[in-house]
């Protein structure tokens, strides 16, 4: 059982990543599932989350209108679209799902 997250890289402010979370050994779809992220030296805060019930989402307010979580049941896995980053997003993302903790995986938003 276990999250395996992808997809962090160096982009300067203004691009964008997608971040994914493959789950293993269990169904992602049967729960709620969500992005963190933590700095050096801060706690690890969320950024957003999705419903396994009815598909609500979740923002934290300083990714509104900007990141775009997701899922796809059918190939278990989680996505999180950021776009127009800037570099207060610099930091390591994790994926969780009830309580299970992706390794992270790290996004530096600099030019």
């Known amino acids: 059982v276990q999250l395996q997250a992808c997809g962090g890289g160096l982009v300067q402010p203004g691009g964008s990543l997608r971040l994914s979370c493959v789950a293993s050994g269990f169904t992602l779809g049967s729960y709620t599932v969500a992005w963190f992220r933590q700095t050096p030296g801060k706690e690890r805060e969320a950024v957003s989350c999705?419903?396994?019930?009815?598909?609500?989402?979740n923002y934290a307010d300083s990714v509104k209108g900007r990141f775009t979580i997701s899922r796809d049941n059918a190939k278990n896995t989680m996505y999180l679209q950021m776009n127009s980053l800037k570099p207060e997003d610099t930091a390591v993302y994790y994926c969780?799902?009830?309580?299970?903790w992706g390794q992270g995986t790290e996004v530096t938003v600099s030019s």
């Open positions: 969780n799902s009830d309580g299970l």
């Open positions: 999705i419903s396994s019930k009815d598909g609500s989402t």
